[in-house]
């Protein structure tokens, strides 16, 4: 049974379908399907600092290297675009070539891939995408953040942020945090998550879980 959650920090955004999100250090850079765009806010301001087109975009986003790279197109493949330019970098291959890559971030460990339809997370090295361990899921990932010690994944269909032990494999713990949730990040204080049923950014301090 999930646990209801209730947000810290709820930002309005103009967007009709919002699907990844990612930190930057700096902004919460947020892509948008309907649009288009990937946009970089000031989570203090709220203010939309930077706009940025990608066609085909879906579902999530993250930064590697200081770039972002968004998940795009039919084969869910990787688009990585400078910030500043908005140039395509370079493009990279899905993995799991046909299959649903939902859920997307980059760490000093390698980088996380979420698969909807297969209800698992990958680990992967940065360079070859050689595959360092899997985790099998309860939930249909819609969105990935990760710390240190745990992954977290959004479940839209259930509306929930799922936490998972990486360093055991375990799932601890759902939360059933307001909306549903899609694209998830971490500011290293706290789970940022795209709401897609009131189209807003929101954040959530999640109790009880060192590191997140």
């Known amino acids: 049974m999930p646990f209801s959650l209730g947000t810290t920090r709820d930002i309005p955004v103009r967007a ?3 699907c990844g999100l990612t930190w ?3 902004y919460l850079w947020f892509s948008e399907s309907v649009s288009g765009q990937i946009s970089a806010l000031d989570p203090v301001t709220g203010t939309v600092e930077r706009r940025i087109a990608c ?3 879906c579902t999530d986003l993250t930064t590697m290297g200081g770039n972002l790279v968004q998940v795009v197109g039919r084969t869910r493949y990787l688009r990585v675009i400078h910030p500043v330019s908005g140039e395509v970098v370079t493009e990279l291959p899905n993995p799991r070539s046909g299959h649903a890559l939902s859920g997307l971030e980059a760490t000093r460990d390698g980088v996380w891939f979420g698969y909807e ?6 680990l992967r090295s940065t360079d070859n995408w050689r595959l360092i361990d899997v985790i099998p ?3 249909r990932v819609s969105g ?4 240190d010690s745990y992954v977290a994944y959004t479940d839209y269909r259930a509306g929930t942020i799922n936490m998972v032990d990486y360093r055991t494999g375990r799932e ?8 549903n949730p899609t694209g998830i990040t971490w500011d290293g204080n706290r789970i940022w998550y795209c709401d897609y049923t009131t189209l807003q950014l929101r954040a959530i301090e999640v109790p009880g879980i060192s590191g997140f």
């Open 24 to 26: 930057s250090g700096e």
């Open 117 to 122: 339809d297969l209800q698992l997370v990958d």
């Open 55 to 57: 066609p085909e975009l």
């Open 16 to 18: 009709l379908k919002p």
């Open 144 to 147: 990935l953040t990760a710390s």
């Open 137 to 139: 899921v309860r939930g």
């Open 172 to 179: 601890l713990v759902a939360y059933d945090p307001p909306g």
